[in-house]
């Protein structure tokens, strides 16, 4: 290739960023095209199991001596060989295939050791609550073909928005110690990554059509271009519906994917990806055991509207209290979209370079209810307007009525992740690089109207209609705004001086800034001094240099020992940043964690199994809390927490179509200290354990394929979950069971490789709570335990009874 052609290449990929197969059959994402040698290093798009992208080509030369293509996936698709010094597990595109149609990667890795991982409907539309070894979702980086997706302020995921199964390639799991390149902010405990596959060599059309309980329907289309010349690609659209397992409404997810690939030349490859989704659903109520028992398992939001036109009393009284909980008002609409290049390039016969510029775009946020009151008064104050609110036609002075309260969130998201790969011979590589982003995030929580009659916003998105001051203003609780600029700079060495050992050692420099400003009651004039408009500004940076080491020994072809250690920091999030921190907490101090691996794993013919002892030391964690002596949320911290624990997984192929997996994790999160808890007093938490952190949990499948059928078994066990940090109250463990099967028919005439396939999740219809969505830091269970401090409700998840699912696809032409 002509060296104009490469730096013209190069810099396209550098520079596009600051201006803005088939179904069934589909190779694993990180195969080479046919006819294509494999690249000498890892391709962050067509695989996320980055942790083999810094290999020397002595390991890499062993890797494919040692490692037969039978052993590539193991526990049907649960589980793969790992080679590097620390904790890593990956879910192949085996086991994606065989889960659910419209599964998103929460439901994808909650079978890997130390994750626990629970959505509140088995469809995949409604996101995903998950941990890793006691941290919670935010505290845990996620990035997409290279590209992060955790939420600039809150560094939160919502799965929902990710991805058809169809075009998920393997999903890997970093149970502790992310790698130093990794873009990540906000990974105090651990990293996820996954990756869209990649276009076919040949031309034609994957379609599916699923059904399913409560009316889940499920159509899938992918046009895969084939080869056009050196490009190749694939465009997908899918429509997803289904209405709620308990209360009213629905959830309605459209999805747009694409992937194109340019191969340039031998070793040279620029390509580029698309994620877009919108969302248009109704959120299930989180609930608490006293709701249950009183109103049963399917408890959910009001699901009739009381129109309080007219009403006085009692009577308005109880329309407003109904109308405050009228799932109509429970909205969770939003549309998203991620654009990312992967730049591939040979700079010379040592040298790599990859470039992944993306830029990420997001709009939406969540509904609820308030409550206003109409007047004729002419000043602005928050909660009064001169508008009919009630539905009568008239202004009333006093008549109240419930609105639509919506949070809304945008955001614009740059980036740029640019890594050389320099090898020094045979048994020395150095990978080097930058990571730089400049995100602009702005946040509103606003009043719109509702039709009287039917309780319907008027605008279901909130971007009209909304609940003016006199002055024409709309009427808001916040307006923030937020700026962060991240720059970060990594290099890992990895010395293997012979066939047995390597040795790896990393260094990254994080460096954040967050700017910005928040107003509370913006333009209101009147009223209590409380909801008179305030504000506030921050400038802030935070800096920090995260070592990381690692080391492995190959006693032989089979066998092999390891250790890492590495530290990770969490930049303070931007509401903890910009609102109210207790006395004597330093909140603007980031999250810190120093994990350390210590593990064995053996890869035979047959058996093949991994098991680690891990040990994570964790520094303020951030968490608020809500001080009854005046109303206010504030933000305190827990000082220290350690974390210990143990994971291992195992496959064993028993038999020449039969295989059984299964996958055990032990955690004890333990808080060191007592938590302040403000006006509500110092809470004794020293040596209790962290809520929704189950302290055991199993995972057991059998699976079966032959050449046209398949099917598999899996059950999972986990064990009590503390509801308060005080653990004066928990819920019972469960055991879950799910069933999968499916045949391929091959070729019926113009159609291609058809095949059906069953899902039956929750096989045994198992109620349960089954995760803790807000724990208070007492429990009213503990109040005669410890009289004095304050105590709250917990709030739950609850298991969707039993789901099935049957999928018929095919390829056309």
Known sequence: MKRTYLSLAITLACCVVWGTAPAQTTPSSGEAGKGEPASQHVDASSTSNTTTSNDTRRVQNLSSVQVSAQALSLGGGLMSVQSAPKAVSTITREAIEQAPPGSNFTQMIDTIPGVNAATDDPTGLANGHYSMRGYDSSDIGMTVNGAPITDTGSYSVYATEYGDTENMGDITVLQGIPDVDMPDSGASGGHIGWATINPSHQAGVDVTQTFGSRDYRRSFVRLNTGDLGPVRSWLSFSDNSADKWRGAGDMKVTKVDGKSLWTISDGNSISASLQYSRIHNYSYETVSRQQVQQNGYDTDYNTRWIPTSGLTGTALKNAISNNTYYYGLRTNPFSSYMFSLDGEFTLGDNLHLSVIPYYWYGDGGGGGAGTVTESTATTNRYGYTNQDITGDGKVVNNAQGVVYSYSAATTYRPGLVLTFNQDFGLDNSLEYGVWYERSRKSQA???????????????????????????????????????????????????????????????????????????????????????????????????????????????????????????????????VALLNALAGQDLKAPETSWNTDLGYRYFGDTISASADLYNSNYSNKQESAYDEANGQTYYTSVRRMHMRGFNSEASYKFAPDWTVYASYTYTQSKIVGSINGGGNGIYATDGKLMPDTPRNMGNLSISYKNENFWASLRARVTSSLYSDYLNTDSVGGFTTFNFSAGYNFGDLGWLKKTYLKLNVVNLTDKQAFSYVSSAPLLAQAGAKQYPGPFTGTPYYGLLAPRTYMITIGASIF
């Open 445 to 575: 929580s606003s009043y719109l109207q509702v039709d009287g009659a039917t309780g319907t916003p008027l605008d279901f998105w909130a971007n009209s209609d909304f609940v003016l001051y006199p002055s024409g203003k709309p009427q808001q609780y916040y307006r923030e705004y937020t700026n962060t600029e991240i720059k970060k700079g990594f290099v890992t060495d990895n010395w293997t001086p012979n066939d047995q050992w390597t040795f790896t050692a990393g260094l990254s420099y994080l460096w954040a800034n967050r700017s910005g400003f928040v107003f509370d009651y913006p333009g209101s004039t009147a009223g209590s001094i409380s909801k008179q408009q305030t504000s506030s500004t921050i400038d802030s940076s935070w800096h920090k240099f995260l070592p990381a080491a690692g080391v492995k020994f190959q006693l032989d072809e089979k066998n092999q020992f390891f250790i890492g250690t590495g530290k990770t920091f969490r930049v303070p999030s931007n509401t």
